[in-house]
């Protein structure tokens, strides 16, 4: 089955303690992204990569980093986290952006720091 | 830089009657737009999209959107809403720089 999972689910931690949140996709997209979604201002994103090697941020990308070094995976890592960065995150990819594909997104992790 | 407008929180229809969840954009270019729906503890699953063409795209589940580029708008219709159709929706656009922009989302409730 074509999917994006994202690794774990829900996860409550505290200040300073330095986490990963995995994705993966099964399809061979080019394309792959993270968004934060928050009560009132939708989806946000974090970071995105247009393809191996290759990681660009997105409109909040502070406190977070990624890497991409298969295609497969695109793992948020989350140096030193905060109480703002309590949020629902998503994982999407797509084959391309440019050629207008949608995105195929995870089924998200609800990340809770104290 | 582009944005999107989702202008209604809320949206509260009977079932069986039409729906409109309404979005406008601003964008540089030619847009490319989105809907998307998110049901609880779900991620958001595509619902149609513009990309050229025909202003009145068709979707999943009966839903359609008519381009408005005039207007600048791209709202979600359907003839005849369900129950099961209550969710968070959201708008996106993406522009010809590759970045892509989402709408606060809207939330539909169809009661019985």
């Known amino acids: 089955e074509a999917q994006v999972t994202q690794n774990p689910r829900y996860l409550i931690t505290v200040t300073g303690k330095k986490l990963t949140v995995t994705c993966s996709q099964n399809?061979?997209?080019?394309?792959m992204s993270w968004y934060r979604q928050d009560p009132g201002l939708g989806l946000r994103q974090i970071y995105y990569?247009?393809?191996?090697?290759?990681?660009d941020k997105g409109d909040v990308p502070e406190g977070y980093k990624v890497s991409r070094k298969e295609k497969r995976n695109f793992p948020l890592i989350l140096e030193s986290p905060s109480p703002n960065q309590t949020s629902l995150y998503f994982c999407?990819?797509?084959?391309?952006?440019?050629?207008?594909?949608?995105?195929?997104f995870g089924p998200g992790t609800r990340l809770t720091v104290t | 830089a582009q944005s999107v407008a989702q202008p209604e929180d809320q949206v509260n229809v009977a079932e069986g009657n039409p729906l409109t969840v309404k979005c406008t954009y601003s964008v540089s270019g030619n847009p490319y737009l989105f809907w998307y729906v998110q049901y609880p503890n779900r991620g958001l699953q595509f619902l149609l999209k513009y990309i050229t063409g025909d202003n009145l795209v068709k979707g999943s589940y009966g839903f359609e959107a008519e381009f408005n580029k005039s207007q600048t708008s791209f709202h979600l219709k359907k003839p005849s809403a369900l129950v099961s159709d209550s969710a968070l929706y959201f708008c996106a656009v993406r522009d010809t720089n590759n970045d892509m922009r989402f709408g606060a989302g809207t939330r539909l409730t169809v009661k019985p």
């Open positions: 399809m061979n997209h080019e394309y």
């Open positions: 990569s247009m393809n191996v090697e290759v990681t």
């Open positions: 999407a990819s797509s084959p391309f952006p440019g050629q207008g594909y949608e995105q195929y």
